[in-house]
């Protein structure tokens, strides 16, 4: 069983930059890979932005490319997600999820955090 708890999610500004972070209470950290997915208000959960277990692999969506980062700290437990010039479309619940099978794309599965909540007005 792997708990994840997600922190750093608020209310910025459209524009702003937020950094959200997840941190995993397990011993075996770098077999997992890590991903970040958002659910905004009746709609479906959707992928934002995946890291595998080395940290040498990462994918995003499309519409985060180039504004977002995930990054990951083995020693610490730890995946980030940085996220700029953040719009008000993406206000969400951003969840943290690990993959036992250390896949990288968008349909991992696992284990996952309650969430945190991201909004960003215009």
């Known amino acids: 069983q792997v708990q994840l708890v997600e922190s750093g999610g608020g209310l910025v500004q459209a524009g702003g930059s937020l950094r959200l972070s997840c941190a995993a209470s397990?011993?075996?950290?770098?077999?997992?890979?890590m991903g970040w997915f958002r659910q905004a208000p009746g709609k479906d959960r959707e992928f934002v932005a995946v890291?595998?277990?080395?940290?040498?692999?990462?994918s995003y969506a499309n519409s985060v490319k180039g504004r977002f980062t995930i990054s990951r700290n083995n020693a610490k437990n730890t995946v980030l997600l940085q996220m700029n010039s953040l719009k008000a479309e993406e206000t969400a619940v951003y969840y943290c999820?690990?993959?036992?099978?250390?896949?990288?794309?968008?349909?991992?599965?696992?284990?996952w955090g309650q969430g945190t909540q991201v909004t960003v007005s215009s």
């Open positions: 397990t011993r075996t950290f770098s077999s997992y890979s």
């Open positions: 999820a690990a993959d036992p099978l250390n896949r990288v794309s968008g349909d991992i599965t696992g284990y």
């Open positions: 890291i595998s277990g080395s940290g040498i692999i990462t």
